[in-house]
């Protein structure tokens, strides 16, 4: 096929997969430190091997996580400079370095570690058996992604947060709007993408004011009760602090989340004989759900700041450029993955990089596998049959992207014992 290294910047790109696969493979093959000067971006390198972005991850005192942390055009970048005093719009863990950033991260680190995930275990089994049986009133065919996937990981994130059920559509609906303003079926009518990324990060700050106002006055067992109260470092966070966090954690888990499962599902389906496989043998949905994560990777990439000259793979990086890590790329990079191109519920050892590495790996990587397989289980008691039932749309949005449309008929597990739970191995946190 013929592709430039500057179509990396083309939401088209991400909402055609069999497209992207193959830019990612020439990216891999011929360009693996590329130079990319799209028009109305500032220019970057790419980096797409496995091991270039685990060189670069693991020195972050060279390549930091701030001030440019995604892809933005300029004009997003000046309008969030001149609205919110930064480029990055929303200074979250992610845009923060160093000292700060531990201490920042530390603040709910604890209660995303294995062992307290593990106590969500029936909490998190409760809600994927309540989402899956939405099925039942579906009529056998549904859109997998807008009715199921995107909705359970949600009401998951909303949990942990503390935020109502009445308040879910709305959040669902900013997150979309954030991740995917480069898709003209999601931008505000009538906004320019700069102007519809502020009203939306203005929509935040009103939501989540409140909510710090409410937590303060009233805290409960929460994660909004830890961010509004919590003083890292032992000094107070900075508005932009406090936002960044809310908005992370109510943006990061879910619509990645989301998109590994129905990606997930859209892999079992497209492979006969893998749902069988997977129902006779459960101990198989711990690796197919990390798999799926890998096959998915919803985040597409983040970047790093050259803060001094570094050569990586005989290409001289300088201080003050930018890097592109491209997690989509590397996920199937054949030298770290055998069979890099082929989707293996097996997979045995799946160092991925669709978390990331390093100080910044993500901190709901426990929560997000423990999420797919209990949703999983949940889903292969529930259906005897499940199939595509027309094209999957994948957003287009080079930054968090995956399908948003997974059209699917189904037939339910008669009720005749058939729909008792099958078995429930151990989940990822306890290893
Ligand atoms: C399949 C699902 C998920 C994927 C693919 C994913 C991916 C990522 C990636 C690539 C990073 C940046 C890593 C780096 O810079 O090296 C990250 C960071 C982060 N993720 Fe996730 N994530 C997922 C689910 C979740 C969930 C469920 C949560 C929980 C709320 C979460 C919360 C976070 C947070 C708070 C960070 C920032 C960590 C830091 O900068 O210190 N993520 N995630």
Redesign the pocket.
Known sequence: MDFQINDIANPKLYGDPARLQSFYAWLRAEHPVARAEPEGFRPFWVVSRHAAIREI?RQPEIFN?GPRNTLMPIMVEQANRQYFGFEAGVY?????DGER?QE??GL?QNY?LPKNIRKLEALIGDLARQYVSRLDDLGGACDFAADLAFWY?LR??MT??GIDETDEARMLHLTHELFGSSDPDIVRPGMTQAEHLVAVNQDYVAFFDEVTKDRQANPRDD?ATLIANGRPGDRDMTPAERMG?YI???T???D??A??IAGGLKALMDMPGEIERLRADRNLVKSFANE??RW????KH?FRNVVEDYELGGVMLRRGDHVM?S?GAATRDEAAFEQADMFRLDRGLNNH?????????????F???L??EAFFHALLDKVETIEPHGPAIYTEAAFVSGIKSLPVKYRLREKDGLTEPTGRPEIAAAQ
């Open positions: 991850e996580a979250s863990l992610v845009v923060i950033h920042l991260r709910t995303f990981p998951v994130a942990i947060l994660v966090y992370i954690i109510a990061a888990g879910h990645t989340t998109a590994s799926a994560i998915t990777a919803p985040v983040f890590l997690y990089l669709a978390f990331g590495y390093g100080p910044h790996m993500c901190l709901g990587q929560l997000a596998k999420e797919i």
